[in-house]
Nanobody, 117 residues
């Protein structure tokens, strides 16, 4: 069974930093594009950052220059380094994986990030 499990959420003040981690299991991690999405109350889920199976990153406009996505295939992990956080970054953050061979998609259970002034 393929699973993606997030960790690292929490509460920080304006301008703070957090690092989210996501570990994949149950399949060959290198065969997955991975990414982070977030959803705030009353809002649609939005893309934060994605990283292809070969390590090419892309970012949502609202986080460019502040967030960095990376992956370590040996650790079956994808990371999201978040800096200069603002209250607008408050949301549940979800890890996402898409198998590049089958296009099947998987979501983690989510981790809460709360930024206060």
């Amino acid at each position: 069974q393929v699973q993606f499990v997030e960790s690292g959420g929490g509460s920080v003040h304006l301008g703070g930093s957090l690092r989210l981690s996501c570990v994949g299991s149950g399949s060959v991690f290198e065969r997955y594009d991975a990414g982070w999405y977030r959803q705030a109350p009353g809002s649609q889920r939005e893309m934060v950052g994605t990283i292809s199976s070969v390590g090419i990153p892309s970012y949502g406009n609202s986080v460019k220059g502040r967030f960095t996505i990376s992956r370590d295939n040996a650790k079956r992990s994808v990371y999201l380094e978040m800096n200069n956080l603002t209250p607008e970054d408050t949301a549940v953050y979800y890890c996402h994986g898409r198998n590049i061979d089958t296009s099947r998609e998987y979501w983690g259970q989510g981790t809460q990030v709360t930024v206060s002034v």
